[in-house]
């Protein structure tokens, strides 16, 4: 659902938020972002005209972004302002996932006896496939050496757990 901001009564919820990271990186049109959530969903969320752009009239009204002609289109881009609000955004949504890192297990739990096998594997492709993503998105990693950190740390602990799963006793094997 999505939040109010009580000073304006405007409502910018989680695709305004997303919207201020992509604008984080680069300049954009609404097209544009509209196409990067859809490229990034793999096309299960599309976000139409009429509900990017009334967040971009609230984004510009709060003074989150600035807009500029390129073109024949209005090209939007983060002001000062936007950039606090998406580290105090970014700050809170540490505490958010800190509280509930522990809820896969419930997920699992929600499932029914034959499902556990599809979800665990459905889910477990889902996260190595972003991460393997996020790796190959050249914007996201400014720092090439936290991108190669991040790369080996991903790796070696693939590793482990793949031999762990392959070793006759499967996770008991794991070291604790």
Known sequence: MPSSDRSTGRRTGFLGLYTLSLLQREPLCGAQISKRIRERTKGAWSVSPGAMYP??????????????RRGREWVYALTPLGHRRL???RRRSD???ERFQNIG?????????????RFVRDRAEQIVGWALETLDQDE???????????????ATVLLRRARELRSPRGRAARPR
């Open 55 to 68: 967040v971009l009239q609230d984004l510009l009204h709060e003074g989150y972004c600035e807009r500029h």
């Open 140 to 154: 996201l990693w400014p720092d090439p050496a936290e991108r190669q950190r991040t790369r080996r740390a991903l």
């Open 95 to 97: 505490k958010w996932r």
């Open 87 to 89: 580290r105090l955004s």
């Open 105 to 117: 297990p419930l997920l699992l739990d929600m499932q029914p006896p034959e499902a556990r096998a």
